[in-house]
């Protein structure tokens, strides 16, 4: 059973505690990404969710978004914590023309939209392969990319995201034990809060910037700007069993 989207509401003046469809959409400057929005209060998980809407026929840059997530997951099947109201918790549709050995620069793509949208709120951000994002070692962002096949190409590839922005250290540490210690938020880096909205869209944005570039220039010019970036520099790139992009399944 699908979840039942948030209804329209007016924006309020501040609400950088709720997100907001009309609120995000005052600030993209995107072609297709987020030409369509979903936003839920509470669901599985956004991948799940966008994979059903993605087998039911929408179009590509179609977004979801949650408050919360009951079943949010990470790589290799491992939970995401998803409190509510201070994250982002989001995944965008693409129904790219390309083999499916591609798929794995969807990842790239994703974490340099992360770092970017970070760095546009004034924090400098690394990306750790395979697929999280850091602020000063630790991790504030973590993608997950599945896909579904149509014979040797990808009929769709979702690129899933989750975002620690405003979620305080003290309830990471108290949730996640040890591996909280690892963890921080964009709050807690940048010393205020952080517009959820505004981020949101600034994300988006950017995910549109880096596919555009990759559609124009090809591989390069992604993997140029990620190597840039990403705190293993000269490490192989190559993907080792379990740690790329993972098939849809219904």
């Known amino acids: 059973m699908m979840e039942s989207p948030t209804a329209p509401r007016p924006p309020s003046a501040l609400e950088q505690d709720c997100l907001c469809i009309e609120l995000i959409r005052r600030h993209l400057a995107t072609d297709t990404v987020g030409f369509q929005i979903f936003l839920y209060q509470e669901l599985t998980s956004t991948n799940a969710v966008l994979r059903r809407l993605a087998e039911a026929g929408v179009r590509e840059g179609t977004v ?9 997951r990470g790589r290799l099947g491992k939970s995401w914590f998803s409190p509510p109201g201070v994250n982002l918790y989001v995944s965008v549709l693409f129904r790219p023309p390309i083999p499916r050995t591609a798929v794995p620069v969807f990842s790239f793509i994703t974490s340099l939209a992360l770092s970017d949208a970070i760095g546009a709120e004034g924090v400098a951000a690394a990306i750790r392969w395979p697929n999280d994002v850091l602020i000063e070692g630790k991790k504030v962002a ?17 690129l899933g995201a989750g975002v620690n922005l405003n979620v305080d250290e003290a309830t990471l540490a108290a949730a996640l034990g040890p591996a909280g210690l690892a963890a921080t938020s964009l709050r807690a880096a940048a010393g205020r809060p952080i517009d959820r909205n505004v981020f949101a869209a600034a994300f988006l944005n950017f995910l549109e910037k880096w596919w555009d570039a990759y559609r124009v220039s090809g591989p390069p010019a992604v993997l140029r700007a990620w190597r840039e970036r990403e705190i293993l520099a000269g490490c192989s790139l190559g993907i080792p069993s379990g740690a790329g992009p993972s098939p849809a399944r219904s």
């Open 142 to 158: 973590g993608t997950l990319v599945s896909y579904a096949t149509a014979g040797d190409l990808a009929e769709y590839v979702i």
């Open 64 to 72: 979801v978004l949650a408050e919360t997530q009951t079943a949010g």
